[in-house]
């Protein structure tokens, strides 16, 4: 069973806890009603633990990428995120890759990490690194149309130059932070990925400031709900 590096920070919020893909995880926070209507209409915050983080490096990176994915327009920027469909792996598999300071970071949905991983590493090209860092790090989405206003008083950093599609790495207390504006909703949304050992600190802040700036606690059945009806992006 794995457990979320935000958990702590959960327990604190009365979460009710379930078994998500082998992760312990909020199922809900006590009003589905609201939770729902708060990723529809203004900014949920929601645990992305379970989703994987895969990274592909090396000087032959970009041509395993290029072999082993299909892309929404056969390219990836440097500093941006894209919808990807691995080639030849299952037909029903959705994720989403983004390049960053000369690496790929492969976003997996739960359940296909160790299997993509495992695909990814014996098709890579010689000199391709492939490590999957989900439990090393943690991951925060803020979605619903209302999140990126909502964050921007949260943050300790600046996020008004971010696009959708932008990724970008930033510094705080002597620690990285990459943030994504986008979500696995296909709409918007900013997410958060840092080191497992910072997930209290970038979880409480955001349960801190969150009655001030309208952001609600959201679980699992939530999100999974407004996957299952969001429009396929590929």
Request: proline share 5%.
């Amino acid at each position: 069973m794995h457990k979320s590096p935000f958990n702590v920070v959960h327990e604190k919020l009365d979460a009710n806890f379930g078994v998500f893909d082998g992760w312990s995880l909020p199922a809900d926070f006590g009003d589905t009603g609201l939770e729902s209507k708060s990723l529809s209409e203004s900014c949920a915050v929601v645990d992305l633990c379970s989703f994987g983080r895969i990274q592909i490096s090396g000087k032959s990176a970009k041509e395993t990428i290029n072999n082993l994915f299909s892309t929404e327009n056969g390219k990836i920027r440097p500093d941006s995120w894209v919808w990807a469909k691995p080639v030849g792996y299952d037909d029903d598999a959705l994720c989403r890759i983004f390049r960053l300071n000369g690496g790929y970071t492969l976003l997996t949905q739960p359940g296909q990490t160790e299997s993509l991983c495992q695909w990814v590493e014996s098709a890579a090209a010689e000199g391709v690194a492939v490590a999957n860092v989900t439990n090393k790090t943690a991951m925060l989405g803020l979605y619903g149309p209302r999140a990126f206003d909502s964050m921007r008083g949260v943050l300790p950093f600046e996020i008004d130059h971010l696009d959708a599609g932008d990724v970008e790495k930033m510094s705080f207390m002597m620690m990285n932070f990459t943030v994504l504006r986008g979500s696995w909703l296909n709409a918007e949304g900013l997410e958060l990925i840092c080191p497992a050992v910072a997930g209290p600190i970038a979880a409480g802040a955001v349960a801190k400031y969150r009655h001030k700036h309208n952001i609600t606690p959201a679980g699992m059945d939530c999100l999974q709900t407004a996957m299952k009806k969001r429009p396929a992006p590929l």
